[in-house]
């Protein structure tokens, strides 16, 4: 599943939940590797508070606050510094407690593994006591890095099981050759060559490969997650997955440029190569 999809089931999910009135007060998203996270919630934004759900083409104000991050009932709480501060809580408390003409008001914690036990527990006290029509989403990367008297509260929304519903068998054998060092360079260009758009479809098999290797990492630090096809890769240590995920991520932004594919291609198959020998 390609990241947008991702990104349409999660709104499918809430707009669902809207539509017939089962919201929950809060919800907990596990992001994994999912970039565009603050684009997903300007989304999840308009369909509460616009008056046609965000749905139109057409100019309108309510959309615009949103996009510019200053509308008075949606508020993006993101860590200052390396921690979310008590005082930022205390100011969302504050900014909730004046009178709104919307129906629903929402609030955003970014990175809610930077929650210190002190704003962590101001935020705690307003999860308890959740106010109609006040909507938390609360976003990390893991839910392993947050506090579990949080969780306990949200609705969990798990993004790496949505992306991690298909990974093609093609993508898993490649990668198991490719940090195998097996000799897989006329597999890998046969398999890019053989689609339409070069770089495209390059772009879309490194971000498989990187969220699976992600899926990986878990997995090596304990998790139990049902990876298609991981004892493919119990040789593999935590390091040299790291040093891969570092490498896709390097790589695939080569692959915006105006790059000569053929040389970007070599030095990726070099790259990758190099962190087994
Ligand atoms: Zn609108």
Redesign the pocket.
């Given at each position: 599943m390609k990241e947008h999809e991702v990104e349409e089931k999660v709104y499918g999910m809430i707009q669902n939940q809207y539509q017939t009135q089962k919201l929950s007060h809060a919800y907990f998203i596990e992001k994994g590797n999912y970039a565009n996270i603050e684009m997903l919630m300007k989304k999840i934004a308009?369909l509460f508070l616009?008056?046609?759900n965000?749905e139109?083409f057409n100019n309108?104000s309510?959309?615009d606050l949103i996009e510019k991050d200053i509308h008075p009932d949606f508020k993006e709480i993101s860590p200052e510094g390396n921690m979310i501060k008590k005082e930022q809580l205390l100011n969302l408390k504050q900014l909730f407690k004046t009178t709104s003409s919307s129906n629903y008001r929402l609030y955003v914690i970014y990175e809610a593994d930077k929650l210190n036990p002190a704003s962590a527990n101001t935020i705690l006290k307003f999860l308890e006591e959740p106010e109609q029509g006040i909507i938390a989403f609360l976003i990390a990367d893991n839910r392993y890095q947050v506090l579990e008297t949080l969780l306990s509260r949200c609705q969990i929304i798990n993004m790496p099981s949505l992306f991690s519903s298909d990974f093609s068998d093609e993508m898993i054998n490649l990668l198991s050759d490719l940090t195998s060092s097996k000799k897989i360079y006329l597999d890998f260009k046969e398999l890019l060559d053989s689609s339409f758009s070069l770089k495209e479809s390059t772009k879309d098999l490194l971000d498989s490969m990187e969220l699976y290797l992600h899926q990986l990492l878990l997995i090596k630090i304990g998790k139990k997650i049902p990876l298609p096809k991981q004892e493919l890769f119990t040789n593999l240590t935590e390091d040299s997955i790291i040093k891969y995920i570092a490498i896709l991520e390097e790589e695939k932004k080569k692959l915006t440029y105006n790059i000569n594919y053929k040389l970007w291609l070599d030095h990726f198959l070099i790259r990758f190569m190099e962190v087994i020998s």
């Open positions: 308009k616009c008056p046609k965000g139109h309108c309510t959309c």
